[in-house]
């Protein structure tokens, strides 16, 4: 399928799973970063959608430092046509 094809509901579902995806990895990441914060509810993963655990707090900035544009795009776009709710836990 290319992108020219995909239907504006396939396009918003793409990018939901991306944003959930990244809300849910940083969260397992803010977690080992700081461990005494309370952290954050987040509904679960939406179907479809696979989030891995950074294993320690190297692999934690290491995926930051390999991500950091990539999350910055996603926050944007969570801005533009993201439930508020997904775009703050983000944030």
Do not use: K, Y
């Amino acid at each position: 399928m290319t992108h020219q094809e995909w239907t504006a509901r396939t396009r918003e579902a793409a990018l939901l799973r991306v944003l959930d995806r990244f809300a849910h990895t940083a969260h397992a990441a803010d977690q080992l970063l700081d461990s005494h914060r309370a952290p954050i509810e987040l509904a679960p993963l939406i179907p479809g959608c696979r989030s891995q655990a950074p294993a320690d707090i190297p692999a934690v900035t290491d995926g930051l430092d390999a991500e950091h544009r990539n999350l910055l795009t996603a926050q944007s776009a969570a801005v533009a046509q993201a439930p508020r709710t997904t775009t703050w836990q983000l944030v």
